[in-house]
């Protein structure tokens, strides 16, 4: 027989979920161990202990979840969460504070707790409940039996819709692959490229995007949101901070709400791109840099095409070779020939994710000095060959991306 102790301790240790333990109703143990400011609030205990099967989950208003499984034979219930999807920001955070009854000085502590839970979606979450009810219980409880208890039904017209769409694409032609240019814009963003940005619109100008309200405005306001979502996300990765691109994206979707025709909306999406990735471009450099190293960082990557050394950026903004290299060292914090290659080598990804161009071009293109230095350089920075990685984008580019509208609705709601 299993020493449900025992199990729970072994289960934090694995998983680093919350497990809780409760006896009639009771909070006896919670792994790891802690004070009551961080057990599940009773609204959701409520839910969950009143449960009539075997294993039940249900969502919070902070878009988290937590599981129960009611072990058999007894009057014992296991409690585990929350699990996120997302980190939990300093926003939710506060929110969550109302439900848990926090005061302002207790939050670094309660803040410290979830933001060591690891991050995992409903899906992982749900089979991590399962398997748990199959190593207590020793019976088998299907994914569908869990979500129709409560109420996650999917709705059949969903498929048919589905269908009919895909027949209709397929006959007119339309099937272009939004989720390569959504990879491809997030690459430009996240890099503060504006010249590939620039190419990309012109490109693209005319890509169709599916129906996502029934209203032309609506219609284009939501697509505002979803690409806004998109954009800051990619901007932090790039390096912007969170509270700017939080701060950003609150000023944008107030505005985008406050316009009346879609002319506007549309204005504003390209005013959004081009505001991201001159912010992540320009994050590279401290706020007050003075303007050589602007010009330096920009003819490096307005030339990576050609066999530019320190000593040609040097002769450009009218500086001695030594005295450029000590400036940017200092100031930047990296050498300006390590900067070059890296500039370099980006773009090579970015040739190789979108291209079609082999390897000895993109070699020839970049002005390394051989095919061989290019591969060489190119692994040691990013840890995979050339020729790996073209594979491993166009694997993922024939890759449907799954949940993208759970997850992109939470994080809309987190902004």
């Known amino acids: 027989m299993i020493d449900i102790h025992d199990f729970c301790t072994f289960l934090y240790s694995a998983s680093y979920v919350p497990v809780y333990l409760f006896e009639h109703k009771e909070l006896t143990f919670s792994y790891p161990d802690q004070d009551k400011s961080t057990s599940p609030p009773l609204q959701y205990l409520e839910k969950l202990l009143e449960a009539d099967t075997q294993v039940s989950f249900t969502a919070t208003q902070f878009y988290s979840y937590y599981g129960c499984i009611r072990i058999k034979n007894s009057n014992s219930n296991l409690i585990i969460g929350p699990v996120n999807d997302f980190p939990y920001t300093t926003e939710t955070l ?104 620039n190419k990309l619109t012109n490109r693209t100008r005319n890509l169709k995007i599916g129906t996502i309200a029934h209203n032309t405005l609506r219609q284009w306001k939501n697509t505002f949101i979803i690409a806004l979502t998109i954009y800051t996300r990619a901007a932090m990765k790039g390096g912007l901070t969170p509270t700017v691109s939080y701060q950003l994206a609150d000023i944008y979707l107030q505005q985008v709400e406050r316009l009346t025709n879609v002319d506007e909306v549309k204005a504003l999406i390209n005013q959004v791109q081009i505001d991201y990735v001159n912010r992540v471009a320009n994050s590279i450099l401290p706020i007050t840099s003075d303007n050589i190293l602007h010009q330096v960082v920009q003819y490096v990557r307005d030339n990576t095409n050609k066999n530019i050394t320190v000593q040609t950026i040097a002769e450009f903004v009218g500086y001695s070779r030594p005295s450029l290299s000590r400036k940017v060292k200092r100031e930047l914090g990296f050498d300006l020939s390590t900067f070059i290659r890296k500039c370099k080598l980006e773009e090579a990804r970015d040739l190789l994710a979108y291209t079609d161009k082999s390897i000895s071009e993109i070699s020839n293109y970049l002005c390394f000095s051989s095919q061989s230095h290019f591969q060489k350089t190119f692994k040691a920075l990013f840890g995979i060959t050339p020729h790996a990685y073209r594979k491993l984008e166009q694997v993922r580019g024939n890759e449907e991306p799954t949940g993208s509208h759970v997850s992109m609705s939470i994080q809309l709601k987190k902004l």
């Open 94 to 197: 506060s929110v969550m504070t109302n439900d848990f009854s926090i005061g302002k000085s207790d939050f670094d502590n309660f803040a410290e707790f979830f933001h060591n839970i690891p991050q995992q979606n409903l899906d992982q979450f749900v089979k991590l409940l399962l398997f748990i009810n199959y190593s207590l219980n020793q019976t088998k409880v299907s994914r569908e039996e869990v979500q129709q208890s409560v109420g996650y039904q999917i709705d059949r017209s969903i498929d048919q819709k589905y269908t009919e769409k895909s027949v209709e694409a397929k006959e007119e032609g339309l099937l272009l692959n939004n989720y390569a240019v959504e990879k491809e814009l997030v690459r430009y963003i996240e890099t503060g490229n504006l010249a590939g940005l």
